[in-house]
């Protein structure tokens, strides 16, 4: 079965400043997909950024990019210009070729510092 | 406005009562979700339905039960055979992976207490 680990539990970074959240996967597959979700306080998970496992170029939108290293299996969020509304629980998602569900990691918490 | 409206928002239930939570969806989309989220845990798959009136059991499914009577609901009902019910319940839900990368949406949750 594939799994997802954020090794971090916890981060924290200084406001306008950059922070990178790590995930790691294990999959056989070679074909498949990755993202991250935030979850604010308010509990509402919303998507950051999507990774196509068959494009080399890693995603980018706007102050969020990946580090999507297939090889090495890790698909780290670089989180640039840090804003206190970054403040939440980050979730790596995995999703395999065949069907529609996502596996989740444990989530890393972001506080930001003012 | 399209969205996935969950209901209700906070629940207590008394051990041995089944409770059901709601979830509604008018994005139209085929398939939905139920997860469960504990701290520490990240969110694990309960049940998912790819179309109406078919279900899979996900990871955790013992305790649980579904139905996917319409397109646009997916029930989920919590049982007294659930050892720890305690916890948040987020619902989901997703067009086919041919016409997108069959990204997730989600409800705002439901937070299940067992007192």
């Known amino acids: 079965a594939q799994t997802v680990t954020q090794s971090q539990p916890e981060m924290s970074v200084q406001e306008a400043e950059t922070v990178t959240l790590s995930c790691t996967y294990d999959t056989s597959e070679s074909d498949y997909y990755l993202f991250w979700y935030k979850q604010p306080p308010s509990r509402q998970m919303i998507l950051v950024i999507r990774?196509?496992?068959?494009?080399?170029q890693n995603a980018t939108e706007n102050r969020f990019s990946v580090n999507f290293q297939k090889a090495a299996k890790s698909f780290s969020l670089k989180i640039s210009d840090s804003q206190l509304g970054d403040a939440a629980m980050y979730f790596c998602a995995y999703r395999g070729p065949y069907g529609n569900k996502l596996v989740f990691g444990a989530g890393t918490i972001l506080r930001v510092k003012s | 406005d399209g969205g996935i409206t969950q209901s209700p928002k906070y629940l207590f239930r008394k051990e041995g009562q089944n409770v059901t939570l709601s979830c509604e969806q008018n994005l139209n989309h085929d398939a939905m979700y139920w997860y469960r989220q504990d701290p520490g845990q990240g969110l694990r798959l309960i049940y998912y339905s790819q179309i109406v009136n078919d279900f899979q059991k996900g990871d955790i499914a013992e305790g649980y039960s579904v139905s996917r009577e319409k397109k646009e609901s997916f029930p989920l009902t919590v049982t007294s055979a659930q050892k720890n019910p305690t916890a948040f319940y987020l619902c989901?839900?997703?067009?086919?992976?041919?016409?997108?990368?069959?990204?997730?949406?989600f409800g705002e949750g439901s937070r299940l207490t067992v007192l």
């Open positions: 989901a839900s997703s067009i086919p992976r041919t016409v997108n990368t069959g990204e997730l949406f």
């Open positions: 990774q196509e496992a068959y494009k080399q």
